[in-house]
């Protein structure tokens, strides 16, 4: 995808949440759309990729690099994966981090370190810097039920201009498989990107509309 005949960059982060299955849809999906992806995987993700999904993400850096690269099909340069304390990423400076950030699923210990500034890895670090520099932040948490130390963080990145988006899936496009609910969400997620997808229909497209 191009935005003023340049192409979309997006950081995806994916931490330990339940729910993998959203991120990785989502990065396949960004990288169908000709977006530029870095990609950011938290350990926790590993563990849970591998305990919720068929594929196994193995656990050496170089190995997982090629385990996206052959998982999405991406061209020379499209996705780079960058290591959890690689501070000299472009995503660690507000002077050349993308637009947009989309954190899928987020966990709550992520969710309450950047809420609170922590900064202790690059996941943490690149949405602190989308946050100062008054750039695009979605936040996509999967629990339930939300505690109030859960609501109350949630709040305090809605304030701070963050855009919340629980991983809900609707219903009124009546879902078939699990793959129909996931791609709800992802779809979501791409409109507020303001990526083309035609995954899934708006409402009032919807058949009997």
């Known amino acids: 995808m191009q935005v003023n005949n340049q192409v979309k960059t997006v950081t995806l982060a994916i931490t330990g949440a339940s729910g993998a299955q959203y991120g990785l849809r989502l990065l396949q999906c960004l990288i169908q759309a000709d977006c530029k992806v ?3 995987i938290s350990d926790a993700a590993r563990i849970v990729i591998n305990t919720e999904t068929d594929y196994t993400l193995p656990e050496s850096f170089e ?13 020379d340069a499209q996705l780079t994966l960058f290591a959890e304390k690689d501070w000299f990423a472009p995503v660690a400076s507000g002077s050349s981090s993308p637009s947009s950030m989309v954190i899928c699923p987020a966990s709550g210990g992520t ?8 900064s ?8 602190d810097v989308a946050l100062k520099e008054r750039r ?13 130390l ?9 304030q701070l201009g963050a855009m919340i988006m629980p991983a809900s ?19 979501r997620i791409l409109d ?13 497209e919807c058949a009997g509309n």
């Open 136 to 148: 695009q932040l979605i936040v996509v948490p999967r629990e339930t039920p939300y505690s109030q």
């Open 169 to 187: 899936p609707g219903f009124y496009q009546t879902p078939k498989t699990i793959e129909d609910l996931v791609d709800f969400v992802v779809a």
């Open 63 to 75: 190995e997982q690099s090629q385990f996206f690269q052959q998982f999405t099909g991406a061209k």
């Open 111 to 118: 969710i309450s370190a950047i809420a609170t500034g922590a």
């Open 192 to 204: 507020q990107l303001e990526v083309k997808q035609d995954i899934l229909p708006r409402w009032g």
């Open 120 to 127: 202790n890895n690059l996941i943490e670090r690149a949405a």
């Open 38 to 40: 870095y990609l950011l």
């Open 150 to 158: 859960h609501l109350e963080n949630m709040l305090k990145l809605a």
